[in-house]
Every structure is written in structure tokens, then in C-alpha cells.
């Protein structure tokens, strides 16, 4: 009786190891997921990207969430889907996932996001899908609230 305790004893030990294990490589992919350095890549020169933010409070839906709009600007909505996809977003050192922004009707594409501050740190990674290569464009954008 005593050996199957000690036995089940080791085993739970081993699978908490395990765990903890696969825990710390988890939150290390994900930090590499989240901090890609902008050093190694060219800042966006082609066209121009603009941001605003607004957080809507108004009765009777007030949202938790704000609303980042981009615009593009020097290329049209076409052209920057055909020759251009976003690898990464970043709000306030957050990634925000790709799934989560919405392609406009005009050009530009959008977001929601809690992590939203009064003044927000955006970085965006564009990639040329012709060329292979990404670039960067840093934004500051404060949040205005619409009450």
C-alpha cells in the first residue's frame, strides 16, 4: 500500500514539473510573439498611416472597449491588400491579434481593444508580400471618450 502512495506520490510530481515546464516555454514564445524588434526592420516609407482612437460611453451601450480607426494614406485600399499584409500590431506593448482587425470599406482597417490608455504606444509591422521584407510604423494616438 505504501509503494502505490510513494508511487502515485512521483507521478504527480513528475506531471507538475511538466507542467511548469511547458508554462515557462509558453510565456517565452509568447513574449518573443509579442516584442518583435523594430531595430532590424525599415521604418514604412511607401505610404502613410494615420490612427485615431475614441472610447464611446454614451447611454445606453457604453463600450468597454476602444475604437481604433488607420487610414491609409498614398495607397488605395486594393493595392495595399494586394501588395501588403499586417504581420503584428502592438498597442501599449500588447499584440493584438490579427483576427481581430477589420478591413474597412475605404482604406483603412480597424481594431477594438481594452488595453487602450489616455496616450497609446501603436506599432504596426507591415510585410511586402512581393519582396519579402517588413517595415514599421510607429503612432501615437490618444484616446478620446465620447460621453
Known amino acids: 500500500m505504501e509503494n502505490k502512495s510513494r508511487i502515485i506520490f512521483k507521478i504527480i510530481i513528475i506531471v507538475l514539473i511538466v ?17 518583435q524588434n523594430i531595430d532590424d526592420i525599415q521604418e514604412l516609407k511607401e505610404f502613410d498611416l494615420t490612427v485615431i482612437s475614441y ?27 494586394n501588395e501588403y499584409e499586417i504581420d503584428s500590431i502592438e498597442l501599449n506593448g500588447n499584440k493584438i491579434r490579427n483576427q481581430e ?36 510604423k510607429k503612432l501615437s494616438v490618444s484616446t478620446e471618450t465620447v460621453m
Do not use: Q, W
Open 101 to 136: 482587425i477589420i478591413y474597412e470599406d475605404y482604406s483603412g482597417f480597424r481594431f477594438y481593444s481594452s488595453d487602450y490608455k489616455d496616450y497609446n504606444t501603436i506599432v504596426v509591422i507591415i510585410k511586402n508580400k512581393n519582396k519579402n521584407e517588413k517595415y514599421y
Open 19 to 35: 507542467c511548469v515546464i511547458v508554462t515557462i516555454g509558453f510565456l517565452a514564445l509568447n513574449h518573443n510573439i509579442r516584442s
Open 55 to 81: 472610447l464611446n460611453l454614451m447611454p445606453p451601450n457604453p463600450s468597454k472597449e476602444a475604437y481604433f480607426a488607420f487610414s491609409l494614406n498614398g495607397i488605395d485600399k486594393d493595392s495595399f491588400l
